[in-house]
Structure formats: structure tokens, C-alpha cells
């Protein structure tokens, strides 16, 4: 009986080891499956966070285009409000500049209508003075009697030229001191005195200096329009 039951105990032992080895290798390979799992999460989770430093990087790199972009937007818009307030100066000079020139025309024309031809002289408001009229209403007359009013102020002599249609040449006598030593304003009294004399002939539409260039006069043709 003892043997009886002795062999029953190693049964139930080798049965329990039996099933704890089989339990052990489950567990084993449930163990591998965890780990091997574990690790392909791993590089699920390393390429996750790869792929967030990525999109974080693109989205700075991003973010500061945007604001160079942005910054770039408001200098241009500086820009054009500069250039619209620019705009509108210009704009007002220059219909002030046009309600002038219509002004002088008109004023102009008045006096070629009122007084005809004659001697006329510059301002500094670019509008002519009547002076006197010419003993003599021919291009020829004009220039010498301008000659005779320069002489006695020293300025530069006119020289005749030619007559081409309706547009006479000159020349002085002393170019330099025309374009160089009667300052811009001195010049530009001298020429709009030859200009407006001449042109108040009915035959002369232009008048068409031939002198050197210089820092305050120079070659140029001169019309009754202009």
C-alpha cells in the first residue's frame, strides 16, 4: 500500500511539474511576444517623435517666413503710402504749376493783343512788361533796339543768325558770360526779354538760341507756346 501510494505522489508531482514546464514555455513565448512588441512600439513611438521634431522644426521654419513675410508686407505698404502722399504733392504742384502757366498765357496773350509788337522784358514772375514799341516792328528792328538796351545794362549783343520761317536764330556775343557769369535768374530775364520781344511779331512763333551749354543757360528753342 505504501508502494501503492508512493507512486501516486510522484504521479501528482510529475503531473504538477508536467504542467508547470508547459505553463513556463506559455509564459516564454508570451514573454517573447511582449518584448518583441515592445520593441516594434518602441519604433513606432521613436518615429512618432522623429516625425513631431520634424513637423516642430517646419512649423518654426514656417512661422519665421510668415513673419519675414509679414514684416516684408508692411514695408511695402510704408512704401505706397509714402509714395501716395509723394503722389499727391507732386499732383498739387503740379496743377498750381498749370493754373499758373494758363494764367501767364492768358496774361501774356492779353498783353501781345493790347499793346502788338514791341519791346518787352522778363520778370521774375515770368510774366512780360511792356516797355515801348519798336521804332521799327521787323526782327531786325527788335534785336537792335534790345542790343542798345543791353549795351547800356553790359549785357551780352545778339547776333542775327538767320530767319527760318518763323523761327529766328541767335547767337551773343559773349556766350560765357550768358551761361555762366549772370547767375540762373540773370539768364533766364535776358532770354524771356529776347523771347517775348520777338515773338510779339505776328511772323515769329520761336525763338532759337545757338550758345554753348553752360550752369545757367544753354542751346535751346524758345516758342510763343511754351
Keep these: 500500500m505504501r508502494n501503492s501510494m508512493h507512486y501516486s505522489l510522484f504521479g501528482i508531482v510529475l503531473l504538477l511539474i508536467t504542467s508547470c514546464a508547459a505553463n513556463?514555455?506559455?509564459?516564454?513565448?508570451?514573454?517573447?511576444?511582449c518584448k518583441a512588441e515592445r520593441e516594434s512600439l518602441r519604433e513606432q513611438r521613436d518615429q512618432y517623435?522623429?516625425?513631431?521634431?520634424?513637423?516642430?522644426?517646419?512649423?518654426?521654419?514656417?512661422?519665421?517666413?510668415?513673419l519675414e513675410k509679414w514684416s516684408?508686407?508692411?514695408?511695402?505698404?510704408?512704401?505706397?503710402?509714402?509714395f501716395e502722399r509723394r503722389y499727391k504733392r507732386v499732383a498739387s504742384a503740379y496743377d498750381n504749376l498749370e493754373l499758373?502757366?494758363?494764367?501767364l498765357e492768358e496774361w501774356a496773350?492779353?498783353?501781345?493783343?493790347?499793346?502788338?509788337p514791341g519791346i518787352y522784358a522778363?520778370?521774375?514772375?515770368?510774366?512780360?512788361v511792356f516797355i515801348?514799341?519798336?521804332?521799327?516792328?521787323?526782327?531786325?528792328?527788335?534785336?537792335?533796339?534790345?542790343?542798345?538796351?543791353?549795351?547800356?545794362?553790359?549785357?551780352?549783343?545778339l547776333i542775327l543768325l538767320r530767319i527760318d520761317g518763323a523761327t529766328i536764330d541767335l547767337s551773343v556775343d559773349d556766350e560765357y558770360?550768358?551761361?555762366?557769369?549772370?547767375?540762373?535768374?540773370?539768364?533766364?530775364?535776358?532770354?524771356?526779354?529776347?523771347?517775348?520781344?520777338?515773338?510779339s511779331l505776328d511772323e515769329v512763333d520761336c525763338v532759337r538760341f545757338d550758345i554753348m551749354e553752360g550752369d545757367h543757360a544753354g542751346p535751346g528753342s524758345y516758342c510763343r507756346g511754351d
Design 122 to 128: 522778363g520778370t521774375q514772375y515770368d510774366r512780360p
Design 100 to 103: 499758373q502757366y494758363s494764367e
Design 72 to 82: 516684408e508686407l508692411n514695408a511695402r505698404i510704408d512704401e505706397l503710402e509714402e
Design 132 to 157: 515801348k514799341r519798336p521804332d521799327t516792328a521787323t526782327v531786325s528792328g527788335i534785336v537792335e533796339e534790345l542790343n542798345l538796351s543791353f549795351r547800356g545794362a553790359e549785357l551780352p549783343q
Design 49 to 66: 517623435e522623429e516625425s513631431a521634431r520634424s513637423a516642430a522644426e517646419e512649423y518654426q521654419r514656417m512661422q519665421r517666413q510668415y
Design 24 to 33: 513556463n514555455t506559455e509564459l516564454k513565448n508570451e514573454l517573447t511576444e
Design 177 to 199: 558770360q550768358l551761361v555762366s557769369r549772370m547767375g540762373s535768374f540773370g539768364a533766364r530775364i535776358y532770354i524771356l526779354s529776347v523771347v517775348y520781344s520777338l515773338t
Design 109 to 116: 496773350d492779353t498783353m501781345m493783343e493790347r499793346f502788338g
